[in-house]
């Protein structure tokens, strides 16, 4: 006999559509969010997202959140913002000030899985590291390879990557498929490897904070 | 025509030829700017027209079609290099020709930040434009641009960052050089995505760059500004 007996029926999915809180999210945070809210059996929130590849366009994300805020004002109880500054250069804060919306603290998503202190301390250390995360490593063919012209132009890779020395994955999950992708884009780069157990940090913290 | 259907150089006249080195650096493709240049120069042009007329002019499209989104980074990045190309070849000559020199820049990219790509095209374009460039590369500590400027006295002083992070440390650089009083002494440039009219004036710095074709339009009234004063002086 087993203690926990977790048959389909009692887990919890994420429906969205149903919380009071909106989670306004970076596409590349949307496994994390989903899976942190499943885990906890947070009812409090939906989620909406917006796509991951702007990252490579940070021009995007200023309007397309205020959009998003103007829809979404009256019909939630609260909304919190899951985005790093993302390269808005300040932009983003200054809309969120003016809208009295809250935000995950943090320049980007790197920062906030190590948890922004932690960050900060290896920040010397890492001058030359380029970082994945669970989703970038997934993703790396689509959204770094071919996101910056590389399957048609190989021949620019040393004027990307000429400068880094690593790769550091910040893992969110202990996922060893996940780990060999990662691995895998190193030797493509051709740069060394390294591995760093994240977990969800502080995007974990802040999620509790307002799950009711 | 060349037997394998590719368009032959040679068989354009001069203007034909120099639009066709705007679209084969927009097109990014290096090997072709390098035959227009060599059969520019062997027509007698002088190296700072086929500099001007042909790549300058050329880049100048194609940031025009980075800034409205037109193009993308991969794009620029491969007009840059097609570019770079075609100015290893000028850059003696310009040298041993003497083309007309508009003033000094070191240039950077600040402490913790290796992105350089915009630095690098900043660079090539205003010497394209006729300055002396010193390229310090990334990740650059106070130290590093002081000993620079100590050693090179250029005119100006560009600084480059991407990274939000990384963005005060220019602030760090200007009130050093306030504190040694040497602040004056140079026009301090600052360029990067992140960054905007507000934040340079804040940092101290005398202008903000959106891209490398404001940063040359910049650079040249300062240093038009600057003569003035020395000759009222
Ligand atoms: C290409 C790129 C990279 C390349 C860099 C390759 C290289 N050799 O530089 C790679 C993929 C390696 C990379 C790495 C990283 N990147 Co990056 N990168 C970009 C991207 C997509 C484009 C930058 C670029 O080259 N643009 C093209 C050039 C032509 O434009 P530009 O740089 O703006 O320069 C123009 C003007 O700004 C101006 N200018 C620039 N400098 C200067 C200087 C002077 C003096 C003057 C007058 C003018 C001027 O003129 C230039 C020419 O017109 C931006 C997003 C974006 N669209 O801005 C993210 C971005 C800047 N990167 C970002 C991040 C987070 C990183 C990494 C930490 C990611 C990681 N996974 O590790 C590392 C950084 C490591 C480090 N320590 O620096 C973030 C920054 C977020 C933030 N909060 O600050 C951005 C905004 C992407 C994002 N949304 O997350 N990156």
Same mark, same amino acid.
């Given at each position: 006999m087993t203690l926990v007996n977790l048959t389909p029926s009692d887990e919890f999915e994420f429906k969205p559509g149903q919380g009071d809180v909106l989670l306004l999210a970076c596409g590349a945070l949307a496994r994390e969010i989903v899976d942190l809210i499943e885990r906890n059996r947070w009812t409090a929130f939906d989620l909406q997202c917006l796509p991951a590849k702007w990252h490579n366009t940070p021009d995007k994300i200023v309007p397309a959140i205020r959009e998003k805020i103007r829809e979404a004002k009256g019909r939630y109880k609260s909304i919190f913002v899951l985005y790093g500054d993302c390269g808005t250069g300040g932009e983003l804060d200054r809309l969120l000030a003016e809208e009295g919306i809250e935000r995950i603290d943090g320049p980007h998503c790197y920062a906030f899985f190590s948890g922004n202190a932690e960050f900060e301390r290896h920040a010397d250390d890492d001058v030359t590291s380029f970082f994945l995360t669970d989703y970038l490593a997934k993703h790396f063919d689509k959204l770094i390879w071919a996101g910056l012209g590389l399957d048609r132009h190989p021949e620019l890779l040393p004027l990307y990557f000429g400068n880094y020395t690593k790769i550091v994955f910040l893992a969110q999950t202990r996922d060893e498929d996940l780990a060999k992708k990662a691995m895998a884009a190193a030797a493509r780069l051709g740069l060394a490897y390294e591995y760093r157990f994240t977990g969800y940090g502080e995007v974990l913290a802040r999620l509790q904070n307002h799950a009711g | 025509m060349s037997d394998d259907g590719?368009? @032959?150089?040679?068989?354009?006249?001069d203007e034909e030829l120099v639009q066709q080195v705007h679209d084969d650096l927009y097109d990014g493709l290096k090997e072709e700017v390098e035959a227009a240049v060599h059969i520019l120069l062997g027509r007698g042009w002088a190296p700072y027209k086929v500099l001007t007329e042909a790549l300058v002019e050329g880049m100048r499209i194609v940031g025009v079609d980075f800034r409205d989104g037109i193009l993308f980074v991969p794009e620029v990045l491969l007009a840059a290099n097609s570019m770079k190309a075609g100015m290893f070849i000028l850059r003696p000559l310009l040298i041993a020709t003497g083309a007309p020199r508009q003033g000094k820049m070191v240039i950077g990219t600040v402490k913790g @930040?290796?992105?350089d790509i915009g630095k690098n095209l900043v660079g090539m374009m205003m010497e394209g434009a006729g300055f002396e460039v010193i390229d310090l590369g990334i990740n650059n500590p106070v130290e590093k641009y002081l000993g620079a400027i100590e050693e090179h006295k250029p005119d100006i002083l560009g600084m480059s960052a991407l990274l939000t992070t990384t963005m005060p440390y220019m602030k760090v650089v200007i009130d050093t050089m306030k504190e040694k009083g040497m602040r004056d002494d140079y026009i301090v440039l600052v360029g990067g995505a992140p960054l905007n009219e507000e934040f340079a004036k804040a940092v101290g710095a005398d202008a903000y760059c959106r891209d490398a074709a404001v940063a040359v339009e910049t650079a040249k009234s300062f240093m038009a500004r600057k003569h003035n004063q020395m000759a009222s002086n």
């Open positions: - | 590719e368009l @032959d150089l040679n068989s354009l006249n @930040d290796i992105h």
